[in-house]
């Protein structure tokens, strides 16, 4: 039989992204009720993603606007 | 003299031109904003965008109006990319560096004082490292992970942008996580030494 743990791991990443069938949802939701471990990680999961989108995040140089909007073609 | 009916092609032309460049410029801070990740500099992102906008405006026609702007735009930008040469892969070791999903989570738990709060663990990690942590993961999974984690965009979306199955999509976004939080265990360990 396999590790519940070890399978709930492998239902993590497309259970956050909502790509599990109906099915594997619930199969992942009731092994997350019951298992603390796996709750804090998959807790863990989400905030990292969140933490990296954030972190990672860089503003446009406002002269790069510039730059663009002068590329345009003008009317002849 | 022009025909009544080409000096009215023309003023449509005109319309949809500059609504198309409009449009376009309007997407300039998302474009930039997962360009900055596809390529290794702030530098390269920032050429790289320009040479995108030029693209576009010059080939506008090629847009079909109702679908998917940002997702065209990036069609481009990531096959500038890869014309420019900007991609010498590194032959990743995969094994080497792919670890399994819980290995961030397991291995900043064991360095800190317990884990009482998983959004306490995640502010262990410094801005910096995150950044670098992502520049160090292999274009392929990088491409992938900064599309559909940073852009948003879907999978169906980033397979088009890409020109691979959804399947590979996919695979390469879970391989590419697991191998960014790898990356991210190795910088925090070494800041906790």
Same mark, same amino acid.
């Given at each position: ?16 992204? =909502?790509?599990? #069938?109906?099915? +594997? ?13 796996? =709750?804090? =990680?998959? $807790?863990? +999961?989400? #905030? ?9 995040? +860089? ?5 790069? $606007? ?5 590329? =345009?073609?003008?009317?002849? | ?62 847009? @079909?109006?109702?679908? %998917? ?6 069609? *481009?930008?990531? %096959?500038?990319?890869?014309?420019? !040469? &900007?991609? @010498? @892969? &590194? ?8 670890? %399994? ?5 397991? &291995?900043?738990?064991?360095? !800190? ?6 959004? /306490? ?8 490292? *995150? ?10 999974? &990088? ?7 940073? !852009? ?11 020109? *691979?199955?959804? !399947?590979?999509?996919?695979? /390469? ?5 697991? *191998? ?14």
């Amino acid at each position: 039989m396999t590790d519940p743990c070890a399978h709930c791991e492998e239902m993590m990443q497309p259970y956050l992204d =909502r790509a599990l #069938s109906e099915a +594997e949802m619930a199969e992942a939701e009731a092994h997350l009720a019951e298992c603390e471990p796996c =709750r804090r =990680r998959y $807790r863990f +999961e989400e #905030s990292l993603r969140v933490y990296v989108r954030q972190a990672v995040l +860089e503003p446009m140089p406002a002269e790069l $606007r510039q730059k663009l909007a002068a590329l =345009r073609i003008p009317l002849e | 003299m022009e025909e009544p009916e080409e000096a009215q092609r023309l003023a449509n032309e005109a319309r949809d031109r500059v609504r198309f460049e409009e449009d376009a410029l309007a997407l300039a801070e998302q474009v930039y904003r997962v360009a900055r990740h596809l390529a290794g500099s702030r530098e390269e992102a920032e050429e790289l965008v320009q040479e995108t906008y030029a693209r576009a405006f010059r080939s506008w026609r090629s847009f @079909q109006p109702g679908t %998917n702007l940002r997702a065209w735009l990036l069609r *481009i930008l990531t %096959n500038l990319n890869i014309d420019r !040469g &900007r991609r @010498q @892969q &590194r032959a990743p070791q995969m094994q080497a560096l792919e670890a %399994n999903d819980y290995y961030l989570y397991d &291995r900043l738990a064991e360095s !800190g004082d317990g884990v009482s709060d998983e959004e /306490r663990v995640v502010e262990r990690l410094s801005r910096d490292a *995150i950044v670098a942590a992502l520049s160090a993961v292999p274009h392929d999974f &990088r491409d992938v992970i900064v599309l559909v984690d940073l !852009g948003d965009f879907s999978y169906q979306d980033a397979a088009q942008i890409l020109d *691979i199955p959804v !399947g590979t999509v996919m695979s /390469r976004l879970h391989r590419g996580r697991r *191998i960014l939080k790898r990356e991210l265990a190795e910088s925090a360990l070494e800041k906790a030494r």
